[in-house]
């Protein structure tokens, strides 16, 4: 059992930063490839950005690339999303998800067993 918590959501205004976190608890941190994903009312669960366990490489989806970095701290049990530049489009609830890694990831919520509780991004024009 993984247990997911994020925190660092908000209202910011375009063209402003936050910083996301997710704190992870519970099995062996090291062995999970961990993702980011958002969701607006009425629409499904897209991907936002995925991370190997060792942190060595990094995937994003093309809406967010340049200005959003992911990042871990596997000392810490954390995954972090910095996102810069933001866009009232970037609005949504953010989870971070994890599952266990086999050598691929996927851009498919289905495929992470392992969810947050979600926090709101809030970007205003």
């Known amino acids: 059992q993984v247990q997911l918590a994020e925190s660092g959501g908000g209202l910011v205004q375009a063209g402003g930063s936050l910083r996301l976190s997710c704190a992870a608890s519970g099995r062996t941190f090291i062995n999970y490839g961990m993702g980011w994903f958002r969701q607006t009312p009425g629409k499904e669960r897209e991907f936002v950005s995925f991370?190997?366990?060792?942190?060595?490489?990094?995937y994003y989806t093309d809406s967010v690339k340049g200005r959003f970095t992911m990042s871990r701290d596997n000392a810490k049990n954390t995954v972090y999303l910095q996102m810069n530049s933001l866009k009232p489009e970037d609005t949504a609830v953010y989870y971070c998800a994890a599952d266990l890694y086999r050598g691929s990831w996927s851009r498919s919520p289905g495929e992470y067993y392992y969810w947050g509780q979600g926090t709101q991004v809030t970007v205003s024009s």
């Open positions: 991370i190997t366990p060792y942190g060595s490489n990094t």
